[in-house]
C-alpha cells in the first residue's frame, strides 16, 4: 500500500475518487455534482468499478426504501427509476419442519418488517440507473477496472488507488498483453466496495478503526430469479421466513428465506444464512437448495423457470461494530463501513444516505479552499445528526438477540423491543464473538446429508454457477490467496473437515484425494462469484480474497 513502484504508470487525478459503482458510491456521485451545481463550484468526480458494467457484481434481495432515493432525486418517478413493484402485502412465517409452518398475523409482525411504502426491485438496473443520473451530472465512470491498492505516502494519508495490473499469467509473469494499471488520485477517495470491500478490509486495519467497535458480523445471502406461472405471480408480494432449514429454536444456525415477487411474472427466492453458524457440516447452498421445496415457496415455483443464480456475503454487526468511518484523505461508505440495517433486511437506503452524507462532508470541505489530505471529521458528525444514525441505533440489539437466543426467542425480544419500548428498551444486547470462531470441532459435530438436486426446484453448484455467468481470465494469478498453503489439509481438515468445500457457493474449493490417499487443496479460483465467505469464515483466517483482474467475476444480468 505505498505510492512508491518501480512500474511508470500513467496518472489520472480528480477533486473525488469513488471506488465502487454500489449505491452508496454512485449516490456520493450524484450528490456531489448536485452541490457542485447548487454552490457554483467544480468538483471532478470518477467512480471506478470491477465489474464489466455498472450493475455486474450488484446483488440483493431486494425490498428497497425509498427514503433517501427521494432526497437524492425528488423526480425519480419523472426520471424513470426502476421501481415498478410497490409492495402490496407482507407475510412472515415461521418454518418449524419441511412442510409446515406458522404464518404470523399481522400485528405480530415485528415493525421493522412492514414493508408499505416500499419497492421490489432489482438493484443492479437500480444501480444502472443510478449511473446514468450520475454521468448526465459529469460524473466519469469506469467500470472493469479493479482497484488493486490503496495510494498512501509517506505522510501516512490516502492519495487514491492503483487499478489492478492486466496480462498477467498465473506465474507472476507479464504476458504479451501486458499493461499495468493506471493511479487513480484524488483529494479525498470513498470507498463503496460493498460488504467486506478488500481494501477496506485493509484500511480498516492499517488505520485501526475498529479499535472501539464489537467484532463485525456477517451472513451469506444465496438468491435466485425465477420466472413463474402468471396464475402464481403476485406482484408486490413480500414473504419472508425464518427457522427451518436453519435452526427453529436453537441459536446454533440461524438466518431467515425471502421470496418477492416482481413485475413480468418473475419471483426472487433466497436464503440468509448468518455466518456465526456452529456446524462445519452445514452448507449454505444446501440449505437453500432445500428451503425451496417446502410448500410456502414451492407453491410459487413449482412449474416455473430458473433464471438466475448469486451469492453475496452480508454485512449485519450494525451500529455496535460499525468502525470509525474517516481517515487522513477518506472514508468508508456504505456496506464498507457496515451500514445494513439488519433489523429491516435493507442496507441499499442506508448505503445511499452514508454516501450522500459524505459528499456534502467533502463539498463542505472543498468549497472552504481545502487540498484534501486531511480527516472528513464533517462526516461522522453529519452522521450522529441523521436518520441514519437514528435508524441503526434503535436495532442495535437485533442482530446480537437472534444469536443468543434463536429465530424464536431472539424474534421475540426483538419485537418486544420495538412493539412495547418503542426501540428503546433498557437492555443492550452484543455478540462479541467473531464469526469464523463459531465453529465446532468435526467430531463434535452432526453430519448433514443433503437431498440430491431434483433440478425441478433444487439443482447443483455449477450448473448454478452457470446461471450467474461468471467468467474470469483463467491465465492470471490466484485471487485467493493462503497465507500458508499447510493450512488447510493439516489443520481444518483434521479440526473441521476443511469447511471451505462447502461454505463457498460456487464450488471453489476442494479437497482432492489421489489414488494413493494423498490429499490436496484445490482453488478453482474462475468459479468465484466474489462472495467473499471464504475471506470472512475460514477458521484459520487464512484465506485473503484480492481483487482480479477487472471484468472478473459474475455478469449479473438483473439481481
Not at 5 to 12: K, Y
Not at 246 to 269: I, K, M, P
Amino acid at each position: 500500500m505505498s505510492v512508491d513502484t518501480p512500474v511508470e504508470r500513467d496518472v489520472m487525478e480528480y477533486d473525488v475518487l469513488i471506488v465502487g459503482a454500489g449505491p452508496s458510491g454512485l449516490a456520493a456521485a450524484c450528490r456531489l455534482k448536485q452541490l457542485a451545481t447548487e454552490r457554483g463550484q467544480e468538483i471532478s468526480v470518477c467512480v471506478v468499478e470491477k465489474g464489466s458494467e455498472v450493475g455486474a457484481h450488484i446483488l440483493s434481495g431486494a425490498v428497497f426504501e425509498p427514503r433517501a432515493l427521494n432526497e437524492l432525486f425528488p423526480n425519480w418517478k419523472e426520471l424513470g427509476a426502476p421501481l415498478n413493484a410497490p409492495v402490496k402485502r407482507d407475510e412472515l412465517h415461521l418454518f418449524y419442519s419441511a412442510a409446515k409452518s406458522f404464518k404470523f398475523l399481522d400485528f405480530m409482525i415485528p415493525t421493522t418488517m412492514h414493508n408499505h411504502g416500499n419497492y421490489v426491485i432489482s438493484l443492479g438496473n437500480l444501480c444502472r440507473w443510478l449511473a446514468t443520473q450520475a454521468e448526465g451530472l459529469g460524473v466519469e465512470i469506469y467500470p472493469g477496472f479493479a482497484a488493486q491498492e490503496v495510494l498512501i505516502d509517506e505522510q501516512n494519508i490516502v492519495r487514491g488507488v492503483q487499478i489492478g495490473d492486466l496480462g498477467v499469467g498465473h506465474n507472476g509473469e507479464h504476458k504479451a498483453d501486458y499493461a499495468p494499471g493506471m493511479e487513480l488520485r484524488a483529494k479525498y477517495t470513498l470507498f463503496s466496495e460493498g460488504c467486506r470491500g478488500h481494501l477496506g478490509k485493509r484500511l480498516i486495519e492499517r488505520y485501526n478503526l475498529a479499535s472501539d467497535a464489537d467484532p463485525q458480523h456477517y451472513a451469506i445471502g444465496l438468491k435466485e430469479i425465477w420466472e413463474i406461472e402468471p396464475a402464481r405471480h403476485e406482484m408486490g408480494l413480500v414473504v419472508h421466513g425464518a427457522g427451518w432449514p436453519l435452526d427453529v429454536v436453537g441459536t446454533a444456525n440461524t438466518g431467515g428465506s425471502f421470496l418477492y415477487h416482481l413485475e413480468n411474472n418473475q419471483v426472487v427466492v433466497g436464503l440468509i444464512v448468518d455466518l456465526s453458524y456452529s456446524n462445519p457440516y452445514l452448507s449454505p447452498f444446501d440449505e437453500f437448495q432445500r428451503f425451496k421445496h417446502h410448500p410456502v415457496a414451492a407453491k410459487y415455483l413449482e412449474g416455473g423457470k430458473r433464471l438466475s443464480y448469486g451469492a453475496r456475503a452480508i454485512v449485519k454487526g450494525g451500529l455496535n461494530a460499525l468502525p470509525k468511518l474517516v481517515f487522513p484523505g477518506g472514508a468508508l461508505i456504505g456496506d464498507d463501513a457496515g451500514m445494513l440495517n439488519f433489523a429491516k433486511i435493507k442496507g441499499s437506503h442506508t448505503a445511499m444516505k452514508s454516501g450522500m452524507l459524505a459528499a456534502e462532508a467533502i463539498a463542505d470541505k472543498l468549497q472552504a479552499g481545502s487540498e484534501g489530505g486531511d480527516t472528513l471529521t464533517g462526516y461522522p458528525d453529519k452522521f450522529k445528526a441523521s436518520w441514519l444514525y437514528d435508524e441503526l441505533y434503535k436495532s442495535k440489539s437485533f442482530g446480537a438477540a437472534i444469536h443468543k437466543f434463536g429465530a424464536l426467542i431472539g424474534g421475540t425480544i426483538n419485537w418486544i423491543e420495538q412493539k412495547l419500548f418503542g426501540s428503546k428498551a433498557p437492555w443492550h444486547l452484543r455478540d462479541l464473538k467473531p464469526d469464523h470462531e463459531t465453529l465446532k470441532l468435526a467430531s463434535e459435530s452432526e453430519k448433514i446429508v443433503y437431498p440430491k438436486p431434483d433440478n425441478k426446484l433444487s439443482f447443483d453448484k455449477l450448473s448454478s454457477v452457470f446461471l450467474s455467468s461468471t467468467n474470469h481470465e483463467e491465465d492470471q494469478p490466484v485471487h485467493l490467496k493462503l497465507t500458508d498453503p499447510s493450512v488447510p489439509i493439516g489443520k481444518n481438515l483434521p479440526m473441521f473437515d476443511e469447511p471451505a468445500q462447502r461454505y463457498c457457493p460456487a464450488g471453489v474449493y476442494e479437497v482432492v484425494t489421489a489414488a494413493t490417499g494423498d490429499k490436496r487443496f484445490q482453488i478453482n479460483a474462475q468459479n468465484c462469484v466474489h462472495c467473499k465467505t471464504c475471506d470472512i469464515k475460514d477458521p484459520a483466517q487464512n484465506i485473503t480474497w484480492i481483487a482480479p483482474e477487472g471484468n472478473g467475476g459474475p455478469n449479473y444480468p438483473n439481481m
